[in-house]
Nanobody, 124 residues
């Protein structure tokens, strides 16, 4: 069982930066692949970024590539999402998720555990 708690969301102007954190409980965090998803009002949840449990490989949605960076610190049971050059269209609730042995990092249904989400609002 893994429990996930996101933090770091807030209101920022376009062009600004935020860093989201996702703290995980449990001693097996380092064995989980981790992902970030987001959901804007009236839209489906969409993939943002993912990182493998050994942190060698990272994956990004085209819409955030070059602006967002996912990382993890297994000693702190935490995964991060550094978001730079934010745009109004990045406004959404951001969720972190955990899964094992994922073959498709962009499919939300592949993940076993989810956090409660943190709101990110980017003003123009």
């Amino acid at each position: 069982q893994v429990q996930l708690v996101e933090s770091g969301g807030g209101l920022v102007q376009a062009g600004g930066s935020l860093r989201l954190s996702c703290a995980a409980s449990g001693r097996t965090f380092s064995t989980y692949d981790m992902g970030w998803f987001r959901q804007a009002p009236g839209k489906e949840r969409e993939f943002v970024a993912a990182i493998r449990w050994i942190a060698v490989s990272t994956y990004y949605a085209d819409s955030v590539k070059g602006r967002f960076t996912i990382s993890r610190d297994n000693t702190k049971n935490t995964v991060y999402l550094q978001m730079n050059s934010l745009k109004p269209e990045d406004t959404a609730v951001y969720y972190c998720a955990a899964g094992r042995g994922l073959r498709s990092y962009s499919e939300s249904g592949r993940y076993d555990y989810w956090g409660q989400g943190t709101q990110v609002t980017v003003s123009s």
